[in-house]
């Protein structure tokens, strides 16, 4: 019974080992825009830009899916821009109403995560009344 056993554990390893390898493609294209300093203002469009120069040929999940996070935390509930080509190399986004900060960064999911540099967004600026 030892004996049967064992050739079986060992054809189950031979099965395996005959089986083609399968390499999976992954894609992390650094993002270009924003980079660290840049200053976002509430309410306002912006490009959130990435370098996909190193693409390979085969991409394992082509759907892009962009995330601020402010500190670290990312507002997945709330994404900036979702169902676009990650091949596509920019998406606009409008910036939300959110709190002023000098922590956000966005994440680009993919075919796998990259994040931004650390940038601001800031509130808009209210109109000024003239009065006559």
């Known amino acids: 019974m030892q004996f049967s056993l064992f050739t079986f554990i060992l054809s189950l390893f031979a099965v395996s080992c005959a089986l083609p ?26 490009n959130v830009t990435w370098d996909i120069s190193n693409a390979p040929a085969q991409i394992t999940n082509p759907n892009g899916q962009v995330v601020l996070a402010k500190g670290g ?14 091949m596509d190399g920019s998406v606009p986004v409008t910036v939300p109403d959110v709190e002023p900060g000098v922590d956000y960064t966005i994440v680009l999911f993919g075919d796998s995560g990259n994040d931004s540099g650390v940038f601001s967004i800031v509130p808009a600026t209210p109109a000024l009344e003239l009065s006559v």
């Open 73 to 86: 935390l990312l507002d997945i509930d709330h994404p900036l821009a979702t169902n676009f080509s990650i």
């Open 21 to 46: 390898v399968v390499v999976r493609d992954v894609f992390v294209p650094p993002v270009t825009s924003p980079s660290t300093g840049t200053v976002w203002v509430v309410g306002s469009q912006q």
